[in-house]
């Protein structure tokens, strides 16, 4: 059974630094992407930031500059830099692997495995 296990959300205060994590269990997912997600209250949830098997990177607008997103292929875990953080960032933040390997994700709909989610709350 296939797991994505998101950690590292919390509580912090705007301009401050988070670093998620997420671990994938349950089978390989060698030739994937894998990216984050991320749903305000009352919002759509929204691509964040992927990156490919190879390293290739792909970052919403909004993230440029302040995210980082980062992968070990070796302990099939992804990571997600968070620099100056503002209150708008507030959310759940997903981790999710596209359903075929090779693609850069970008949309929900390319999506085949959803993390359980990690909630980031940034304060003014």
């Known amino acids: 059974q296939v797991q994505l296990v998101e950690s590292g959300g919390g509580l912090v205060q705007a301009g401050d630094s988070l670093r998620l994590s997420c671990a994938a269990s349950?089978?390989?997912?060698?030739?994937?992407?894998m990216g984050w997600f991320r749903q305000a209250p009352g919002k759509e949830r929204e691509f964040v930031a992927a990156i490919m098997w190879g390293g290739r990177t792909n970052y919403a607008d909004s993230v440029k500059g302040r995210f980082t997103i980062s992968r070990d292929n070796a302990k099939n875990t992804m990571y997600l830099q968070m620099n100056s953080l503002k209150p708008e960032d507030t959310a759940v933040y997903y981790c999710a692997v596209p359903r075929v390997p090779n693609i850069l994700v970008s949309a929900q709909t390319q999506i085949g495995f959803w993390g359980q989610g990690t909630q980031v709350t940034v304060s003014s």
């Open positions: 349950g089978r390989t997912f060698v030739g994937y992407a």
